[in-house]
C-alpha cells in the first residue's frame, strides 16, 4: 500500500475524523499481487474503525435526543416561574393557559402545579412567586439559582446540546461515506487482483504453448 493511503497528513472533517482514502486507480495503492491481502486487511481495519465510531455516535446521538427534550421543559417551566413573578407585580395572568401542567387558583397567589414523581405518579404542589429554583446537575447533584441566571443557563446548555446533535448528524453522515468509500475501494482492489490473477494464467498459458510449438516433431 503506497504511503497516500497511510499519509498523516490525511483531511479530517470539523471534529477530526479523518477521510477515507478514495482509490481512483489501482496501481495508486498496490503495484503487485504481493500487496492485495496488505491492502485490503489496511482497507478492513479502517472500516471497523469506522463502524465503531459510527456506533459511539449512534449512542451519543440517542442521548441528546433523550436529554435536548428534558433540558427545553426545564426551562420553559423557569421561563413560565419568571413570567409568574412578573405578572404576580402587575396583577395581570395572562399565563392561565401558558403551561398545561398549571392550573391557576384565582381566588389565591400559589400556583397549582402538577408534578411528575415517577413516570405513573404525580402530585400536586402550591408554588408561590419565588426569587429561585432548584436545578438538577446530574451526579445527585442540587444547585439553587436566581431565575435568571437559571434561564441563562439552561439556555447555554440547550445551544450546547442542540449545536452537539447537529454535529453528531453531521458525522454519522460523514462516517457512512467513508465506510461506503473503503467498502467501494476493497471491491476495487479485490477485482484488480481477479483480473492481474486471470492475466498471469492467459499469460503463462501462451509460454506453456509457444514451448509447445518450438518443440521438433518426432
Same mark, same amino acid.
Given at each position: #500500500?503506497? !504511503? @497516500?493511503? *497511510?499519509?498523516?497528513? $490525511?483531511? +479530517?472533517?470539523? &471534529?477530526?475524523?479523518?477521510?477515507?482514502?478514495?482509490?481512483?486507480?489501482?496501481?495508486?495503492?498496490?503495484?503487485?499481487?504481493?500487496?492485495?491481502?496488505?491492502?485490503?486487511?489496511?482497507?478492513?481495519? #479502517?472500516? !471497523? @474503525?469506522? *463502524?465503531?465510531?459510527? $456506533?459511539? +455516535?449512534?449512542? &451519543?446521538?440517542?442521548?441528546?435526543?433523550?436529554?435536548?427534550?428534558?433540558?427545553?421543559?426545564?426551562?420553559?417551566?423557569?421561563?413560565?416561574?419568571?413570567?409568574?413573578?412578573?405578572?404576580?407585580?402587575?396583577?395581570?395572568?395572562?399565563?392561565?393557559?401558558?403551561?398545561?401542567?398549571?392550573?391557576?387558583?384565582?381566588?389565591?397567589?400559589?400556583?397549582?402545579?402538577?408534578?411528575?414523581?415517577?413516570?405513573?405518579?404525580?402530585?400536586?404542589?402550591?408554588?408561590?412567586?419565588?426569587?429561585?429554583?432548584?436545578?438538577?446537575?446530574?451526579?445527585?447533584?442540587?444547585?439553587?439559582?436566581?431565575?435568571?441566571?437559571?434561564?441563562?443557563?439552561?439556555?447555554?446548555?440547550?445551544?450546547?446540546?442542540?449545536?452537539?446533535?447537529?454535529?453528531?448528524?453531521?458525522?454519522?453522515?460523514?462516517?457512512?461515506?467513508?465506510?461506503?468509500?473503503?467498502?467501494?475501494?476493497?471491491?476495487?482492489?479485490?477485482?484488480?487482483?481477479?483480473?492481474?490473477?486471470?492475466?498471469?494464467?492467459?499469460?503463462?498459458?501462451?509460454?506453456?504453448?509457444?514451448?509447445?510449438?518450438?518443440?521438433?516433431?518426432?
Amino acid at each position: #500500500m503506497s !504511503s @497516500k493511503a *497511510q499519509s498523516k497528513d $490525511a483531511p +479530517t472533517n470539523p &471534529r477530526g475524523i479523518p477521510h477515507a482514502p478514495f482509490v481512483d486507480k489501482v496501481d495508486d495503492y498496490v503495484s503487485s499481487r504481493t500487496e492485495v491481502d496488505g491492502t485490503m486487511k489496511s482497507f478492513q481495519e #479502517m472500516i !471497523s @474503525k469506522y *463502524q465503531f465510531m459510527e $456506533a459511539n +455516535t449512534q449512542r &451519543r446521538k440517542a442521548g441528546l435526543d433523550e436529554k435536548i427534550p428534558d433540558i427545553q421543559k426545564t426551562l420553559d417551566t423557569v421561563r413560565f416561574l419568571k413570567s409568574q413573578k412578573v405578572d404576580s407585580l402587575s396583577g395581570q395572568r395572562p399565563w392561565r393557559s401558558f403551561f398545561s401542567n398549571f392550573a391557576i387558583q384565582p381566588d389565591s397567589d400559589p400556583l397549582e402545579a402538577t408534578f411528575e414523581l415517577n413516570d405513573t405518579l404525580y402530585a400536586k404542589a402550591l408554588v408561590p412567586a419565588t426569587e429561585e429554583v432548584y436545578l438538577w446537575l446530574g451526579a445527585n447533584v442540587m444547585l439553587s439559582y436566581p431565575i435568571a441566571e437559571a434561564e441563562t443557563l439552561l439556555e447555554g446548555k440547550l445551544s450546547g446540546a442542540q449545536q452537539t446533535l447537529e454535529n453528531c448528524e453531521e458525522d454519522l453522515d460523514f462516517l457512512r461515506e467513508q465506510i461506503t468509500t473503503l467498502e467501494v475501494a476493497t471491491a476495487r482492489v479485490y477485482n484488480w487482483d481477479v483480473t492481474m490473477k486471470r492475466k498471469e494464467k492467459a499469460e503463462s498459458r501462451e509460454g506453456v504453448d509457444g514451448k509447445k510449438k518450438g518443440l521438433p516433431n518426432g
